[in-house]
């Protein structure tokens, strides 16, 4: 009789465990995607004056949907092409004129959707890691233009910025879960140009250290499979 009531004891105790965890149980949803759309760059600095450019990203998305929680995440992996002006003179005594670099730039990014209306609207924010391509003069008749705010460092010289940086990005999205719109900001937390200070500028009068904070908007559709 008590080994009996030991086993009626025990197969309630596992069903109730069963019952307990297939309650916990949640089913989430995988999703894969494609986006692209386009950029406006700038480098937030003292030491150059500065304009910010046109440019064009693209990118994959692998996310989790969670609809027991009031957030989403999702892998992001990005390639953008961005431009941004700089002023520049022919010879010290010549007026400035602003001349185009172009930058080539792969960031991967972990973010947080946190839903304020669902999955509808969401407001998304995470960490970004980047590598930086050159900084490249678009023309080449411009490689020799001296950069304004000194008097030796041309243009051709700004091209080995720091390759690895750490950013930040906040934005929303807007949609259907299949489709939507994304404005984001993103931020350099890293001195984009520290690798410039490696550098010796012969008969350079400027001695100030090279110190520079990326700053990028990106609008971009989204299609999610």
């Excluded at 064009?56 to 609809?67: K, Y």
């Excluded at 969401?122 to 001296?146: F, H, R, W």
């Amino acid at each position: 009789m008590k080994f009996n009531l030991v086993i009626l004891l025990v197969a309630l105790s596992i069903a109730s465990v069963t019952e307990s965890q297939a309650q916990k149980t949640v089913r989430t949803r995988n999703t894969l995607g494609v986006y692209g759309g386009l950029t406006q760059f700038d480098i937030k600095t003292d030491n150059f004056i500065t304009k910010p450019g046109q440019g064009w990203m693209v990118g994959l998305t692998a996310g989790v949907d969670l609809p027991h929680k009031w957030y989403t995440v999702s892998y992001n992996i990005q390639l953008a092409e961005n431009t941004v002006g700089i002023m520049a003179k022919p010879t010290l005594t010549s007026p400035s004129e602003e001349i185009d670099f172009t930058m080539l730039t792969a960031q991967v990014a972990f973010l947080v959707h946190v839903k304020v209306i669902q999955e509808y609207i969401t407001i998304d924010l995470g960490p970004m890691i980047q590598y930086t391509g050159d900084l490249e003069v678009k023309k080449d008749s411009q490689k020799d233009y001296i950069i304004e705010n000194y008097n030796r460092v041309s243009a051709k010289d700004l091209y080995k910025i720091s390759p690895f940086n750490v950013n930040g990005a906040i934005g929303i999205s807007a949609g259907f879960p299949s489709f939507k719109l994304r404005g984001q900001y993103i931020y350099g937390f890293t001195n984009i140009l520290n690798q410039l200070n490696d550098e010796t500028y012969v008969g350079e009068t400027n001695k100030s250290k090279f110190k520079g904070n990326q700053s990028m908007f990106a609008v971009t559709a989204i299609i999610t499979f």
